[in-house]
Each structure stands twice: as structure tokens, then as C-alpha cells.
């Protein structure tokens, strides 16, 4: 079974800064693929960025980037620039093959003016 | 493309009564999920269709549960009876899926439906 772990219930940042969410998870699978979702409180589910497990280098979009270690299970979400749009809920997910997605608990992150 | 389409947006009803929740998954998608989401339990997977039929229904959580898809632009998820503890909100989501191109396509969800059982 797959399983996500985000280990940061809530953080915060200033306007402006950088902030990174962490995530882990756990897969025996060869092949699958990674996302960050934001749920801001309107509580719409938004893509923020994918991630092919067998593509070494790391996805961007704009002023959302990941560090992909897959080694390490690791895929953090690193926000440049916040912004207080940026105020939500952010959740790692994981998917096989099989196309059904696993989600971890979720970061809470405040942007702060 | 009108995304994911949910109702109701809200629903409160008695301990007891049925409740449907409804979904149009965006059109060409093949594959469809419902997912419940909750404060001590995040975002679970109930079940998920592939061409309108369910592949893994391992995460509805008892035979109060079911869903159906009676064809490919339309879903239901039905409580009954319903009780307290199934507040909730309830999403439903659906994805690109089948063809070699497609593996690992995002999923698109709709707004979900607040269900209040008091």
C-alpha cells in the first residue's frame, strides 16, 4: 500500500519570501506520479504541479517548484515569491498506474502581509 | 469545458433520512472518483469508476454506502440511512486514464458538497 506523509500540519511566511512543504511517501512501485493540490478556503481542490517519477528533473510553474529526490521518497513544494492568494491548504499526492490517487494529510500554509 | 459539476452544494438532513450526491465528470474523462473529506481523516478514496465500472471500492466505508454510474456523464453517491457521523464534505473528481499517453493525468474536481446529518 502507498502511503504520503506530510509531517508540517500548519506554517507561515511572509509576503514575499520562500517557503518549502515537505512530503514523503512510501511505494514497492516502479513507475507512478507525484502532485501538489492547493485548497484554498473556497475549498476547491487546484493542481499546482505533477511530477513523473521517471523524469530526473524536477517540474516547475511559475513561482512553484519541486525538489524531487526519488531515492529518498521525498517531494517538497517550494513557493518563491508568496503571495497572500497563496494562503491554503496543500496537499501531496501520490499515483500508480492504476490512476487512483492517495492523499496526505495536508500543510496549512498562512502568507502573511 | 464547465469542469467537474457537483450537487447540491449543501445538504443538511435528519439522522435516518437518504441522501443522494450527484456528479457530471467533464466530458471525454474516463475515469471517476469520489473522495470524502474530513478533519480527523483528510482526504479518503471511496471509490473509482473506469468507463462506468467500479474498480476499487475497498474505501467505502459500509454497506449504507454505494454509487453507481449508470452512464459516462453521470454519477451518484448514496447514504442511506444516514447518520452523524457521515458530515462531511464529499468530492468528486474525474480523469483522463486509459491510453499510454495518459497514465498519471491529473485529477479535476469539482466543489464538492457539504453534507451536514444532524
Known amino acids: 500500500a502507498q502511503t504520503v506523509t506530510q509531517s508540517q500540519p500548519e506554517m507561515s511566511v511572509q509576503e514575499a519570501e520562500t517557503v518549502t512543504l515537505s512530503c514523503t511517501y512510501d511505494?514497492?512501485?516502479?513507475?507512478?506520479?507525484l502532485f501538489w493540490y492547493k485548497q484554498p478556503p473556497s475549498r476547491q481542490m487546484i493542481l499546482v504541479i505533477r511530477q513523473e517519477a521517471y523524469k530526473q528533473q524536477n517540474a516547475t510553474e511559475n513561482r512553484f517548484s519541486v525538489n524531487f529526490q526519488k531515492a529518498a521518497k521525498s517531494f517538497s513544494l517550494k513557493i518563491s515569491d508568496s503571495q497572500l492568494g497563496d494562503t491554503a491548504m496543500y496537499f501531496c499526492a501520490f499515483m500508480t498506474d492504476n490512476n487512483d490517487m492517495r492523499f496526505g494529510a495536508g500543510t496549512r500554509l498562512t502568507v502573511k502581509p | 469545458d464547465a469542469g467537474v459539476i457537483q450537487s447540491p452544494r449543501h445538504e443538511v438532513t435528519e439522522m435516518g433520512q437518504e441522501v443522494t450526491l450527484r456528479c457530471k465528470p467533464i466530458?471525454?474523462?474516463?475515469?471517476l472518483f469520489w473522495y470524502r473529506q474530513t478533519m480527523m481523516r483528510g482526504l479518503e478514496l471511496l471509490i473509482y469508476?473506469?468507463?462506468?465500472?467500479?474498480?476499487?471500492d475497498s474505501g467505502m466505508p459500509e454497506d449504507r454506502f454505494s454509487a453507481k454510474m449508470p452512464n459516462a456523464s453521470f454519477s451518484t453517491l448514496k447514504i442511506q440511512p444516514s447518520e452523524p457521523r457521515d458530515s462531511a464534505v464529499y468530492f468528486c473528481?474525474?480523469?483522463?486514464?486509459?491510453?499510454?499517453?495518459?497514465?498519471?493525468?491529473?485529477?479535476?474536481f469539482g466543489n464538492g458538497t457539504r453534507l451536514t446529518v444532524t
Open positions: 473528481a474525474s480523469s483522463l486514464g486509459t491510453g499510454s499517453n495518459s497514465y498519471g493525468s491529473p485529477l479535476h
Open positions: 511505494t514497492s512501485e516502479s513507475n507512478y506520479y
Open positions: 469508476f473506469n468507463n462506468n465500472v467500479p474498480i476499487d
Open positions: 466530458s471525454g474523462h474516463d475515469y
